[in-house]
């Protein structure tokens, strides 16, 4: 963890992908095999090129931002509940390889530091850019704010929609998966819990 995060120096942290730059002609080889594959002719001029856009599509579904974690000192002694609600989520069912999409609450109670709303969705985005189980994702987000920001306690919900259910197998259209991870106070008060859970619920109206 970046000593920069919990002392005075505002230096943010950069947080960018680890991966190795996609390999676009390898891929579009790969996505028009595959289409053939299924059976789908490439003869139309509506399909020639579908290959490429695959391939362009699938870097871009699998690549993240990358972002600098801006915090600050909490010189006012905020202690109270911190909640971002409807932070949009898309990612990638790493079993089917379809997407799953939705909305997240992120919340923390503050510690030494406060960190800018926006890198809230931000790491979600992060976390989210890469094949995935909604029930990781969840974990991951809250994990690495617990670490990197050092708060009293991180909240994360997730609601989504899975299309590895909702357009195949099953079909079960409309349903939704929602998921929770409780670090720190908010999962061991319960006072904490319920005031997290209250204020993040994503079914209000």
Same mark, same amino acid.
């Given at each position: 963890?970046?000593?920069? !995060?919990?002392?005075?120096?505002?230096?943010?942290?950069?947080?960018?992908?680890?991966?190795?730059?996609?390999?676009?002609?390898?891929?579009? /080889?790969?996505?028009?095999?595959?289409?053939?594959?299924?059976?789908?002719?490439?003869?139309?001029?509506?399909?020639?090129?579908?290959?490429?856009?695959?391939?362009?599509?699938?870097?871009?579904?699998?690549?993240?931002?990358?972002?600098?974690?801006?915090?600050?000192?909490?010189?006012?002694?905020?202690?109270?509940?911190?909640? !971002?609600?409807?932070?949009? !989520?898309?990612?990638?069912?790493?079993?089917?390889?379809?997407?799953?999409?939705?909305?997240?609450?992120?919340?923390?109670?503050?510690?030494?530091?406060?960190?800018?709303?926006?890198?809230?969705?931000?790491?979600?985005?992060?976390?989210?850019?890469?094949?995935?189980?909604?029930?990781?994702?969840?974990?991951?987000?809250?994990?690495?704010?617990? +670490?990197?920001?050092?708060?009293?306690?991180?909240?994360?919900?997730?609601?989504?929609?899975?299309?590895?259910?909702? /357009?195949?197998?099953?079909?079960?259209?409309?349903?939704?998966?929602?998921?929770?991870?409780?670090?720190?106070?908010?999962?061991? +008060?319960?006072?904490?819990?319920?005031?997290?859970?209250?204020?993040?619920?994503?079914?209000?109206?």
């Amino acid at each position: 963890m970046s000593e920069s !995060v919990l002392t005075h120096d505002l230096a943010p942290v950069h947080v960018g992908s680890e991966k190795a730059k996609p390999d676009l002609a390898r891929a579009e /080889l790969a996505a028009g095999d595959f289409l053939r594959a299924l059976g789908v002719s490439l003869d139309s001029p509506h399909l020639a090129a579908t290959p490429q856009r695959m391939a362009r599509a699938w870097a871009e579904l699998l690549a993240p931002r990358e972002f600098d974690l801006t915090t600050f000192p909490n010189d006012e002694g905020y202690d109270e509940m911190v909640i !971002v609600r409807d932070i949009p !989520v898309r990612s990638i069912c790493e079993h089917h390889l379809l997407p799953f999409r939705g909305r997240a609450s992120i919340g923390y109670l503050p510690g030494e530091r406060i960190v800018g709303l926006s890198k809230l969705a931000r790491i979600m985005e992060h976390f989210a850019c890469r094949p995935q189980t909604q029930e990781r994702l969840t974990k991951q987000v809250a994990q690495w704010l617990q +670490d990197h920001l050092n708060p009293h306690g991180v909240g994360v919900i997730i609601e989504a929609e899975h299309s590895c259910m909702t /357009l195949r197998g099953a079909r079960a259209t409309g349903s939704s998966t929602l998921t929770s991870t409780l670090l720190g106070q908010l999962r061991e +008060d319960p006072r904490s819990r319920q005031e997290f859970l209250t204020l993040a619920d994503l079914s209000r109206a």
